[in-house]
């Protein structure tokens, strides 16, 4: 899947979930992929814009675990995390523990365009977005019904929650340039204040035009504990493939962590990988020319 | 410097500092580093729990920008971050934008221990805090007249301040465990709600018994951006001594994002390394039979 193009490679949480429910993530995907490819990448636009209009679209879509149907705290009430970051000169923005804004990974961009700080917490997090003219909206038109059920389901169980649904995406342009995205809300049950990987650069989101991008799902404790997008990078730097390199990484955050995880990747030259170590991953990816899903 | 001893190696922030105060950090850090060693390392203790004790005497020490003599937030707010990992079983615990409390890195240890997430962020970390048995304390009794004339001067400059003061320490013990930790309050004149590399694991600080030890200092946006700790950690693992792979971090932080830090590291062997692309960074080392220090 070279290409001297653009490609586009989103993914929608590794988890374990029901036959509907994957076949719904997969499907939501792919129309996310191919809008973003569409209006974003195959008109010359930037690997930015094109992974934030992704991750927009799979935030506004109550199938995953990110704006919009994201996963609940312990307390009900809804936290969202996201983080994007561009390969050009390592910019990057993030957001975590934000009340309900329709899309973080939209005041993400404006934390990197405005070039501050990398990042903001909670009540921080709300000010910067006001400020960039972000207005949170009432949390009851962002929680689903379906969200509040799996938080029954783990306030009756305690079991531990996956972080199934997050979503993130990996591009590069036809300039070359790569970004990546990642917005979640989190695992259902989580107390309040919990910060996953997905908003921190390194662990959820990595770019960098000269090394890769990459994109992680799964339990966000252990991500953050191997930096695994980081890694990844890192990994196709030394002269692995995207592929090998995703691969590899799941190995060393199983053997050294103990847990699952997912992630998509991207190489400089625009080879893709993917792997999931979880029992499902709803993935999507176009290019010039040609698409592919599945989970 | 290798051993097959104990070691201990402390940071005081890298920055730019008049003369007298280079000389109180250097003598706080080499304070904190000899009691943490008799007091810890030298009875036998582990290495988790003298990187604690370190950062607590630097966190109640005014000279440090962590803990008591934090600096504030644009608002004049205190607002603290702090890391703390475990090379044994990369177990990790961090706070971010927590409001004033004795010590942080007390709270991120609590963290760890509870074990049910890594980062908790603002109010969030609060009531962690409160739960585990940690009380606010009055801002008046932590803020300093020190960082109340910092904040003083960058409204009136609005000049980007430095990181400078950060707090760190990287140990190994008798056992060959290794651990690091940080603390910090952050840049002066910081917007409410920034989080910086500090309490964030791989960027700020990082620990694995099988490939070494880190925490760093500078400018916390660039630090994140690539990951330094990890970045060092992985050069040790690759073959590099604590020393170089310390260098190749800072030139890599150079060369890509173009800003400036300091860090200290050390290898599973226990050699040691510090690097500082600052004007100055105080430092403290204590090993088995024989300390250092500098700025």
């Known amino acids: 899947m070279a290409t001297s193009g653009f490609c586009l490679l989103v993914h929608g949480g590794a988890g374990r979930r029901p036959p509907e429910e994957r076949v719904a993530g997969r499907e939501g995907c792919a129309s996310a992929a191919q809008r973003a ?6 008109r010359g636009g930037s690997a930015l814009d094109a992974v934030q209009l992704a991750v927009e679209l799979l935030e ?14 312990e307390d009900g009430t809804l936290e969202l995390d996201a983080s994007i970051m561009s390969g050009v000169d390592l910019r990057a923005g993030a957001v975590c523990s934000l009340t309900p804004h329709r899309h973080p990974i939209a005041i993400a961009r404006a934390v990197l365009e405005d070039g501050r700080h990398v990042l903001y917490a909670g009540a921080g997090a709300v000010a910067f977005a006001k400020r960039a003219g972000y207005v949170p909206v009432p949390p009851e038109s962002m929680i689903t ?13 305690r079991a531990p929650a996956s972080g199934g649904g997050t979503v993130g995406a990996v591009a590069r342009d036809r300039q070359g340039r790569l970004a990546a995205a990642t917005s979640t809300g989190g695992i259902t049950g989580k107390r309040p204040g919990r910060v996953g990987d997905s908003p921190v650069i390194g662990a959820g989101t990595y ?3 000269l090394r890769g991008a990459a994109s992680a799902t799964g339990v966000g404790e252990g991500i953050l504990r191997i930096n695994l997008c980081a890694r990844v990078v890192a990994g ?3 002269g692995a493939s995207a592929q090998e390199a995703s691969c590899e990484g799941l190995t060393a955050l199983g ?3 103990g847990v699952d995880a997912g992630l998509i990747a991207l190489a400089p030259d625009g080879r893709l990988g993917w792997a999931r170590s979880t029992e ?12 592919a899903d599945g989970c």
Chains 1, 2 share one sequence.
């Open 207 to 209: 770019a960098d035009d």
């Open 145 to 157: 019904p379906g969200a509040r059920e799996q938080l029954a389901r783990w306030l009756a169980a």
């Open 236 to 238: 196709i730097a030394a």
């Open 280 to 291: 499902s991953m709803a993935w999507a990816a176009v290019w010039e020319g040609g698409e």
């Open 60 to 73: 506004d879509d109550p199938v995953f675990n990110a704006g919009t149907g994201g996963s609940l705290t």
């Open 255 to 257: 053997e050294r962590i």
């Open 37 to 42: 490819a569409a209006e974003v990448l195959a």
